[in-house]
């Protein structure tokens, strides 16, 4: 109905919709539908918000407008969700885009730092030929510097990481970040997700409430599992005994936002009884929700596709893709690089957000998995933090103009 408009608000929001909805294996794709979801925001988001911009660029920097086409994007991408929760019973509102986005940072004390991240672990460094982010969040991770750009380990800092990296090509340094286990990404390298949503099934069941069994952590999983958890889905939070969700160990506020409702348990996963707990749990969901490396779980003798094949959805959410990149992990940050959710502003590059890309994929994770829930249909679920970044800003870097 629309052409491809960028500069029509409603022509975006209904090409977005219409390309979320185009991997669904039976449509809500109605005209109608399409058309009423995409004209209720009919306007720009408006810039600025104190609560956003003080998350873009570094500090006393006032940028007087950034392109928000892709929260504009967000924003829809939250109606149809919001659509998809009211068929399953669930509330028909809820948070809007912006609050998922900047509701974090305050309870973490985070701020914009331009080409660092909000969080202070991700930066964005020059390679001999890109731009690439590195994210180091774990303590752990400082520890393979040495290995990765091949120095002493006395010497692995920010100002030898610096050096070091900009005399090595950007592919060289991301095949080695990968064999390490390093959140390293080519600064817009993500591109236009394919089969997101495969092995359908249909299914014979009218809408009843599911058992979920949400195997994630840190935002984007849990986020996924607590919008499940508003529709009346019975949700099971379950955690390693041994190495818990950070936020479980501290109670932080944030940790308790995302899982209220939902039900905590502990399993063991390196002992033979918990290992029998852990899979009798999962062989008895109807949606089950990870965000690990598939080698992980098929080690304890979990497999995504013989659940599947019995009648449940199984929902992977992963840095860069399970089919894609199995082995190669992704943060936030790098993943929001990698997907060009940037500010390009002059000739730099800053940051947007806290580690945005698990909000964003959080909720694409959540319509596909209702999609599949209301069409009655079992499948699996393959969704990437930098993918899901890309659908919303289409491999453009918004553009900011300073005060």
Request: with cysteine; hydrophobic share 40%; net charge neutral.
């Amino acid at each position: 109905m629309f052409k491809d408009d960028l500069d029509n608000p409603i022509s975006v929001a209904y090409k977005h919709i219409s390309e979320l909805l185009c991997h669904f294996p039976t449509g809500f794709n109605d005209e109608e539908s399409l058309l009423s979801l995409s004209e209720v925001n009919k306007t720009w988001p408006v810039w600025p918000t104190q609560s956003l911009s003080n998350l873009v660029g570094p500090p006393n920097v006032i940028l007087a407008n950034l392109d928000l086409r892709w929260l504009h994007r967000f924003e829809a991408s939250v109606l149809l969700l919001n659509k998809l929760s009211g068929i399953l019973g669930g509330p028909i509102g809820g948070p809007s885009g912006l609050s998922l986005i900047v509701e974090r940072a305050p309870l973490l004390g985070h701020q914009g730092w331009g080409a660092t991240s909000a969080g202070g672990s991700c930066r964005l460094v020059k390679a001999k030929d890109k731009t690439i982010a590195i994210n180091l969040p774990r303590e752990e991770d400082f520890l393979t510097i040495p290995a990765w750009l091949e120095i002493a380990p006395e010497e692995a800092s920010w100002e030898t990481i610096n050096k070091k990296v900009s005399s090595k090509l950007a592919k060289d340094l991301i095949t080695r970040a990968v064999l390490l286990g390093m959140a390293v990404s080519i600064v817009g390298e993500a591109d236009h997700q394919n089969n997101l949503l495969s092995d359908f099934k249909q299914q014979d069941r009218l809408l009843e409430k599911p058992v979920v069994v949400d195997l994630t952590s840190m935002w984007a999983g849990p986020l996924c599992g607590w919008y499940l958890s508003r529709t009346g889905a019975r949700v099971y939070k379950v955690e390693s005994l041994r190495r818990p969700d950070r936020g479980q160990k501290t109670k932080a506020p944030f940790y308790n936002r995302l899982n209220n409702g939902k039900e905590l348990v502990e399993v063991d996963f390196q002992s033979p009884e918990g290992i029998r707990q852990l899979k009798k749990i999962v062989r008895e969901a109807d949606i089950i929700v990870e965000s690990s490396r598939p080698r992980a779980l098929e080690s304890l003798g979990l497999f995504a596709e013989e659940e599947v094949q019995r009648g449940a959805i199984w929902c992977s959410i992963t840095g860069y893709g399970r089919k894609k990149n199995p082995i190669r992990i992704g943060f936030g940050d790098d993943a929001a690089a990698a997907g060009s959710l940037l500010a390009s502003v002059d000739d730099s590059l800053w940051f947007i957000g806290d580690a945005i890309a698990d909000p964003i994929t959080g909720t694409t994770a959540a319509i596909f998995t209702m999609g599949l829930w209301a069409t009655g249909t079992s499948g699996l679920i393959d969704v990437s933090l930098a993918g899901s970044v890309h659908a919303h800003t289409l491999g453009k870097f918004p553009k900011g103009i300073r005060k």
